[in-house]
Structures are given as C-alpha cells and as structure tokens.
C-alpha cells in the first residue's frame, strides 16, 4: 500500500525569516493523523533567509540528519563541532543524552534551502556524535546513495544512525528508473526533494511524501521535465 | 517522567562564559529538563565593545545564537542557571559582582556548602570559575543537578 502524503496537506509556518514545511507533527503544527511513520519522526523542508536561523537549542535522543538542496548552513554545537556545510554533504548527529546547537544560514546572500530530518533512535542515552558525509553528484545521479544507516551499513561512506533504518538519496533524469527492495516486514517513505518522480506508477510532486506498507518491490521513475531528487527511508 | 524546565542565563564576552552556559544547557539536557539559553544584553557602550575585537566578534555571532532572557522565562522556569564570569561585574556593578565571587568560591571548593545547597534548592545556580581546569565537567554537573532538583522540588511541591 502507498498512500500520498501531498505537498500542499503539510504543516506549513513562515514567521518571516524562514518558510517551513511539516511533512509530521513539529512545533506548533500539530496533527495526531500525522506524528511520524514508523521511526521516522520528523521531514520539515525549511527555505532559511540570509544570515538567520536556529538559535542555541537542544536535543536528546534523536539522530537528526540535514539534507542541503541549496545553499550553506552554519552548524555550531556544544561537542565544539562547527562547519559550513553544503549541497552532496550530509549532516548527521545523533543527540543521545543530550546535545546543544544553533544552525544558521552561512550566507548574508543567498537563502539555504534543506531538509531536516529526525528518526527516534532504537537506544537512549547514546554518546553525543557529530558525522558529516560528503559524496561526489555523480554518486546519486541514476542510483541510489546511502546516505546513514545502522552500524556496518556501508563503513565511512554513510554516517552510523542508532536505529534500524536507511536513509538513501537520488537524483534521475526524466524516464529514468531506479529499483529497490523493501525486505520482509520492512516499510519505505519517499520525499520528493525536486521535480516530480513516480514510485509503482503513482505520481509525487515536489515535496510529495509517501508512506510505503505491504510492498516489497519499489520502482521509482523520474516523471518531470526536470527529473527528480528523491529520499528513500527503509525503515524496520 | 515530569517535565522541567531549565533557563540557562549567562552573560559573555568573549565566548568562554558562553562555553559554561552550553555545557550547563547539556547537563540540563542530560537530566531530561527542558531548557532555553539566554545571553544577558551588553551594557557597555559601543566604543568599549569596539575596542576589543574579540568581543566584538563573538557579540554579533552570540546575538544571532541566543536571545535576552524575557520575562515569561520566569514563569516557565522551574531552575534558573546563571552563568556569569567568576570575578567581574560586567553586567551591573553589584549583581555582577556577587554573583562573580560565590562562582569563584565554588570553584575551589573553599564554599559555603549550605549557602550552595540553599542556592540550588532555591532553583538559583552559579556556574564555576571558567579559569578552574576542570569548569565544564562541574558546569555540565551543575546543569544536571539544577534539572535534578528541580524535579525533586516538582514532586514535593505537586505531591
């Protein structure tokens, strides 16, 4: 079963220096019909202005990824880790027993545009950790990147998330095709970063997600002019 | 587990106070509390600020990061940290200054335990020397307690 989570049904908030999209439950959106899908707890697509952003906040016992579309975010943390990262870099950080960052927009030009994601991981009180992966375009061009996984996924070329679940990126021309196999008892979600993609026929939009159950056989298409930019979650 | 909350304020110049205040907002963090980091504005004067690069710098990025306490935050609070550098008076004369010499009492471990303990019961926490080697670990420590016994104070107070 695949069921469409559109676009335009998201939480939506833009308090002036940012424009963000709920995909789950966050801040003040709150939809108890949507507060995550398996372990996968939160998509926010946030659009960020020049030079504005998070504050100092916290988190605990969450793996909090950050996918860039457009532009550089400044990320600052309690573990001292600070770095500006961009598009082909993921950000990973698992919070365990507690982790305090601010993340800014690096430019004074240009808005950062990205998704932020957060999966509840299977353990608590993990050690804090900060992980950034950096791959080549051609890595998600017409395949599938991992992008984080558990332990042992895929050695230093994907960052360790303390859960049972994937995280994989692609970008595929129009007509182009990617396939993928959904394990016994395994769910997917898809998140259309760009463009328009189909996953078994079924068309998404930009910023389209679907919930995946029951499948066990993915086929998805790029189905816009443009192509598409996806995320794929394998999730326990 | 209740919930509680933990209001870090700090005030800081160059970015070590500010090191302490994380540190505390961690520990806080650790003891399962909610928290909120608030820097107390600069009460110098533009010419003084511009005088010391340094400050200058880290004033501009920290009024990005943080924002000055409000007044809900008391409200909200159920411990308020204050994080203000052992030994000056940066902040107004006498607060600062008083605030600044219990922090540096309790660094070397010469303090008035009950006076600390009073202070932490209170909900009132003052973060360590920043020059003491050991300042984070005892400010992360610090964090944890204040949310620890806030929530012992929310158990007894709700019981």
Known sequence: MITIRRSNDRGHANPGWRNSWYSFSFADYHDAAHMGFRSLR???????A?????????HRDMEIITYILEGHLAHKDSMTERHVIGPNTIQAMSAGTGVVHSEFNASENEPVHLLQIWIEPAMEDAEPSYREISFAPEDKRSKLKLLAGPHGSDGNASAVIHQDAKVYASELR????????????????VQVARGGASINGQHLSQGDGAAIS?????????????????LLFDLA | MQDVNVVVVFFSRTGATEQLALAAAVGAVQGRANI??????????????????QWKENRERMNKEYVAPRETDAAWADAIVIG???GTDNVSPEFGAYTGKIGAVFAD?????????SMERAGLIVLPDERASDALTQARLLGRRAAEAARSRRATTSG
């Open chain 2, 36 to 53: 909120r980091l608030r820097r107390l504005p600069d009460v110098a004067d533009e010419a003084t600020i511009a005088g010391n690069p």
């Open chain 1, 214 to 230: 029951d499948e066990r056989e993915l086929t998805l298409a790029g189905n816009d002019p443009d192509g598409a930019e996806f």
């Open chain 2, 109 to 117: 471990g010469s303090g008035n335990h009950a006076l600390r303990a």
């Open chain 1, 42 to 48: 939160v998509i926010n697509e946030d659009t960020i």
């Open chain 2, 84 to 86: 203000i550098a052992a």
């Open chain 1, 174 to 189: 129009p007509g182009e095709a990617v396939n993928y196999s959904l394990g016994p008892g395994r769910f997917g979600w």
């Open chain 1, 50 to 58: 020049p030079g504005r952003g998070f504050g100092a906040h916290a």
